[in-house]
């Protein structure tokens, strides 16, 4: 791993606190990384980034996204190139946005709008 985002204990503590009591750590070592809850428990709370994947809410820092992750990496590599973003879903909205990326979902879907650089429907049945 070359980096982790955690949570600093202060940190943990609060979001906790903002959050119910079915909300259960997600523990790395010793560190907090996130908290998970059914979805329908959670209301995202100040400065928290909620993401619902098949029910289950999963909230964390506000910077641990997609998003932040790229440029993370990229200035790593030291990358100054341009780079093509690929995503399919409300998560991957900021880094599409970014980037001008390329949505991928299936057809007929309604996901929103979002200001992507191309989408492609694929035919899921």
């Given at each position: 791993?070359?980096w982790r985002s955690m949570m600093s204990a202060a940190e ?60 993370r990496l990229l200035r790593h590599i030291g990358w100054s ?29 309604t996901g929103g709008s979002l200001r992507t650089g191309e ?7």
């Amino acid at each position: 791993t070359l980096w982790r985002s955690m949570m600093s204990a202060a940190e943990a503590r609060a979001l906790a606190a903002s959050l119910p009591d079915s909300a259960l750590p997600v523990v790395d070592g010793e560190e907090d990384v996130q908290f998970v809850a059914p979805a329908g428990d959670v209301v995202a709370p100040p400065g928290a980034r909620v993401e619902v994947y098949q029910g289950t809410a999963f909230i964390g820092r506000w910077d641990n996204s997609k998003l932040h992750a790229v440029h993370r990496l990229l200035r790593h590599i030291g990358w100054s190139g341009r780079c093509r973003a690929f995503g399919d879903g409300p998560h991957d909205a900021s880094m599409l946005t970014y980037f001008d990326g390329v949505c991928i979902r299936p057809r007929g879907s309604t996901g929103g709008s979002l200001r992507t650089g191309e989408e492609i429907e694929y035919d899921s049945g």
